[in-house]
């Protein structure tokens, strides 16, 4: 069974307590619980953690590709639009990341419209709220069997 990392950067421990009418009342670990279960019906072990510390973010990312994951769904909450560090740990590995938001960060302050890890992503899946999650998974999974789009 493969290894995929669920990683949530600063701010998403206070998931169903922060600003609820923007991300829910669904909490972090209720949220890690549902994708695990998910994450194994589809033959896969997900592996949650959440730092608040952009070292940890980096050292996990890290960790992952040596550990010889699958695969990252990767929520960098505000590191998205300015950590070049965690842009450049993305980068150094070859592992697929799919970026996700709970939010559609380009309908929000402009300062959130810019993510400098997109580049370095196969995807990033923004505005859904949780679901986002869901098809983040959904996304990884068909990302790392190879499966594609029918052209029709």
Do not use: W
């Amino acid at each position: 069974m493969g290894k995929i990392l669920l990683l949530n950067g600063p701010n998403l421990n206070r998931l169903g307590k922060r600003e609820p009418d923007i991300y829910g009342r669904v909490t972090l670990v209720e949220l890690e619980q549902k994708l695990e279960n998910a994450a194994k019906k589809k033959g896969y072990q997900l592996v949650s953690a959440q730092s608040n510390h952009e070292g940890e973010l980096i050292d996990s990312i890290h960790k992952a590709a040596d550990d010889e994951y699958c695969g990252i769904i990767f929520n960098p909450g505000a590191f998205t639009h300015y950590s070049y560090s965690i842009r450049d740990a993305i980068a150094s590995v070859s592992i697929p990341v799919v970026e996700v938001h709970i939010s559609n960060i380009h309908k929000r302050e402009a300062f959130r419209h810019q993510s400098v890890l997109a580049a370095e992503t196969i995807g990033q899946i923004v505005g859904f709220g949780l679901f986002g999650y869901e098809l983040a998974l959904e996304a990884l999974v068909n990302y790392i069997k190879g499966v594609e789009l029918d052209e029709d």
